[in-house]
């Protein structure tokens, strides 16, 4: 297949092989100016994100996404710098020896090179994957969605603009085209893309991964349980279940599905109290339908097979009872995307067993999965949360996107 943008890839390809020269405290240096930037240029970003913003439908549950505010902002800044604070992988060995011939050998991690990253209606990736791209000196293709073409545009061309500024190849991020067969030709630019990072709904990622040619990361949907155990304790299930819910109701870490020991039914209003006034829709099976007598009508749906195992992405909540926990590890197994799983329990034993078990990225105790998240892992920023098990799982951020080799040293060694 011959590649349009051809020459847009090996161009990028090109500018990679410069930023190994680059000195650590001017990548920092750089990065800090490029968050004090940003909110220099709030106005700018804000008035081409009205221009996304306006086209999108306020009901849609990417709109929460798409959306940044002077707080948002100044949030992605922070990240940036927090990016600019950490240590770098890069240059690190994580194995030295010596062999008996007299060949020094050691294993040291290095960039991955072309990082091509697709999302959807998230502007602040553009910032993200920049800053942890740049810390570790790889170069960045981004493919963001036409529902933030202005967006993004408007955030590549501050970046470019503190590069320029300071001599650096601008080419070592770049932005294509929103329509969909730049996506096409980006997963098939074997010869200039090292590897494809998906960030969006599961459509989005199941494209990739059935079309890609270049090798994939997958930072799959988010379909997440809470299992409120029987020697759960209502206050902190109140707490958890309201904000791993409501928080940011269109984000991956996002709780979706409410698993809740049958001899707990009766502290069901309790848990879903707070969920009224956020005006959560809710959609119980049978026993946790008749139990939930204190919510509001309006709000309050029977649950049909279709509602578990969905990543709702909106003010939505399922709710499933089940006998035991062994019921709930069969629940998630069966319904799980990998992502994100909460127990709440006061019983350690339970808790040893479910966090043993149950096969996901980031799995809680009595804590809301709100926290999966790059930043709040220390990681500074994230590219994405991997639900795969190869090379990555979890918050991918500095070190998981580098690779590593093997550098040899001799004193004229041959081989018998």
């Not at 100016?33 to 240029?41: D, F, L, R, S, V």
């Not at 090179?113 to 981004?142: Q, W």
Request: proline share 2%; glycine share 6%; hydrophobic share 40%.
């Amino acid at each position: 297949m011959k590649l349009k943008l051809k020459q847009t890839f090996l161009s990028v390809r090109n500018a990679s092989r410069t930023l190994i020269d680059l000195k650590n405290n001017t990548i920092d240096a750089i990065l800090v100016e490029i968050a004090e930037k940003a909110i220099e240029e709030t106005e700018f970003i804000l008035k081409e994100n009205k221009k996304d913003l306006d086209r999108m439908d306020k009901n849609d549950p990417k709109y929460d996404r798409l959306l940044l505010n002077k707080d948002r902002i100044l949030g992605i800044a922070q990240d940036i710098k927090n990016v600019a604070n950490l240590t770098s992988p890069v240059g690190k060995v994580i194995q030295d020896k010596q062999l008996e011939n007299g060949l020094d050998i050691s294993k040291v991690r290095v960039p991955i090179g072309v990082i091509g990253v697709i999302y959807e209606a998230r502007p602040n990736v553009s910032f993200d994957v920049f800053s942890l791209c740049f810390k570790t000196k790889n170069a960045s293709i981004l493919k963001g969605g036409s529902d933030a073409k202005f967006s993004n545009t408007a955030i590549v061309k501050i970046i470019k603009n503190v590069l320029e500024k300071h001599n650096i190849n601008p080419n070592i991020v770049t932005l294509l085209p929103t329509d969909r067969s730049a996506t096409t030709e980006m997963l098939n630019a074997v010869e200039y893309v090292d590897i494809i990072i998906p960030r969006g709904s599961q459509g989005l990622i199941n494209y990739v991964r059935e079309n890609a040619k270049v090798p994939v990361i997958e930072t799959g949907a988010g379909i997440v349980h809470a299992y409120f155990d029987k020697d759960g304790d209502v206050k902190k299930g109140t707490a958890i279940i309201t904000n791993a819910k409501t928080r940011r109701v269109s984000v991956c870490n996002a709780l979706d599905c409410l698993l809740i020991h049958e001899s707990k039914l009766a502290d069901l209003n309790k848990l879903t109290s707070d969920l009224i006034a956020k005006q959560t829709v809710i959609y119980a099976d049978e026993a946790a339908y008749q139990q939930l007598t204190h919510y509001p009508k309006e709000l309050l749906n029977k649950a049909d097979e279709s509602h578990f195992g969905t990543e709702f992405l909106a003010n939505k909540l399922a709710i499933k009872t089940v006998t035991n926990l062994e019921n709930a590890l069969d629940h998630i197994a069966n319904y799980s995307s990998k992502h994100s799983e909460v127990i709440i329990s006061e019983n350690a034993d339970t808790i040893e067993k479910y966090l043993n078990r149950v096969d996901a990225a980031a799995v809680y105790a009595n804590a809301s999965t709100a926290f999966t998240d790059g930043a709040q892992f220390g990681l500074g920023a994230e590219i994405g949360i991997s639900t795969q098990k190869l090379h990555a799982r979890g918050p991918m951020a500095l070190e998981e996107i580098t690779t590593y080799k093997w550098i040899v040293k001799g004193t004229g060694q041959t081989r018998a």
